[in-house]
């Protein structure tokens, strides 16, 4: 199924914000990330099969607000016995079922159900700070976690520390709302959209 | 607003959590006759004490699990927070 982006009419390329007299990598760079595979690891609490065998796209289950990576696919952690992947290879799901016997786990495609924003720059931390309690400044690359912001819930990835790079998982049906939170805390400092 | 520690995140704001209630309150067994008193007390008697208190959060926008807390109901001061097996 085709899947179309809840940012299809909303995310214009351009700059926008505080960018005049600017050098363009000092701008905050905003894009949407899409046509992923997304899909949800849970284990049942009572359950008690050993995760250390599991590997998807040679990565583990990663540790408490930690996540793994390698340059097609991004595992996050979001609560205990429970995963999030995010992968270019729209296949992942279909090879690695297999690992996953029903007594013990629930996989769910979640591929449609979210909007994901990447934002790049020194000043990511700052528009965080703006509408997101969590102290951000103590989160570095690889850490991932669970949040709010402006009132929506949310997941944020730390890909990179230099240069700055995180991205920002909302469900769908706030991710005109999350855009629109996101790109207003950017005016300020100016951000380059693509 | 007050800070709260969840067993599972570390600090976070009372933003990201929600107040579940009473932590003391434990439901009759399955399967145990019980006297609609008894069921009336279970679904609807609480207490609303003024000091220390156990009650039950979730961490509605992190982790998703519900911990307990112990809390001053006066002062709103924090002396624990666990998990509920614990």
Same mark, same amino acid.
């Given at each position: 199924?085709?899947?179309?982006?809840?940012l299809?009419?909303?995310h214009?390329?351009?700059?926008?914000?505080?960018?005049?007299?600017?050098?363009?990598?000092?701008?905050l760079k905003i894009s949407e990330l899409k046509?992923v595979?997304?899909?949800?690891?849970?284990?049942?609490?009572?359950?008690?099969?050993?995760?250390?065998?599991?590997?998807?796209?040679?990565?583990?289950?990663?540790?408490?607000?930690?996540?793994?990576?390698?340059?097609?696919?991004r595992?996050?952690?979001?609560?205990?016995?429970?995963?999030?992947?995010i992968?270019?290879?729209?296949?992942?799901?279909?090879?690695?079922?297999?690992?996953?016997?029903?007594?013990?786990?629930?996989?769910?495609?979640?591929?449609?159900?979210?909007t994901i924003i990447e934002i790049q720059g020194?000043?990511v931390?700052?528009v965080?700070?703006?509408?997101?309690?969590?102290?951000?400044?103590?989160?570095?690359?690889?850490?991932?976690?669970?949040?709010?912001?402006?009132?929506?819930?949310?997941?944020i990835d730390f890909i990179s520390?230099?240069p700055k790079k995180v991205r920002i998982f909302?469900?769908?049906?706030?991710?005109?709302?999350?855009h629109?939170?996101i790109?207003?805390?950017?005016?300020?400092?100016?951000y380059q959209s693509n | 607003?007050?800070?709260?520690?969840?067993?599972?995140?570390?600090?976070?704001?009372?933003? &990201?959590?929600?107040?579940?209630?009473? *932590?003391?309150?434990?439901?009759? +067994?399955?399967?145990?006759?019980?006297?609609?008193? =008894?069921?009336?007390?279970?679904?609807?008697?609480?207490?609303?004490?003024?000091?220390?208190?156990? &009650?039950?959060?979730?961490?509605?926008? *992190?982790?998703?699990?519900?911990? +307990?807390?112990?809390?001053?109901?006066?002062?709103? =001061?924090?002396?624990?927070?666990?998990?509920?097996?614990?």
């Open positions: 199924m085709k899947q179309i982006s809840s299809n009419n909303v214009q390329n351009g700059k926008f914000g505080d960018f005049e007299n600017k050098n363009e990598k000092d701008l046509n595979l997304i899909f949800q690891i849970v284990q049942y609490k009572n359950s008690s099969s050993d995760i250390s065998n599991i590997k998807i796209d040679n990565l583990e289950l990663p540790s408490t607000l930690k996540s793994s990576s390698n340059s097609d696919t595992i996050l952690w979001m609560g205990p016995k429970n995963w999030i992947v992968s270019s290879k729209t296949d992942l799901l279909l090879k690695n079922e297999k690992q996953f016997d029903e007594v013990n786990f629930a996989i769910t495609d979640l591929s449609h159900s979210r020194d000043l931390n700052e965080l700070k703006k509408g997101c309690p969590i102290n951000i400044d103590k989160f570095n690359e690889g850490d991932c976690t669970n949040s709010i912001y402006n009132g929506i819930s949310i997941t520390n230099n909302g469900l769908r049906s706030f991710g005109e709302s999350l629109h939170s790109t207003d805390g950017s005016l300020e400092f100016g | 607003m007050l800070n709260i520690k969840c067993p599972y995140c570390g600090d976070r704001s009372q933003k &990201e959590f929600a107040y579940g209630g009473d *932590g003391t309150i434990t439901r009759p +067994k399955l399967n145990q006759e019980i006297s609609d008193e =008894e069921w009336d007390n279970f679904v609807y008697l609480r207490k609303s004490p003024r000091g220390k208190h156990i &009650e039950l959060w979730h961490h509605i926008a *992190g982790c998703r699990q519900w911990f +307990k807390v112990e809390r001053d109901t006066t002062t709103h =001061e924090i002396f624990r927070t666990f998990k509920p097996e614990e």
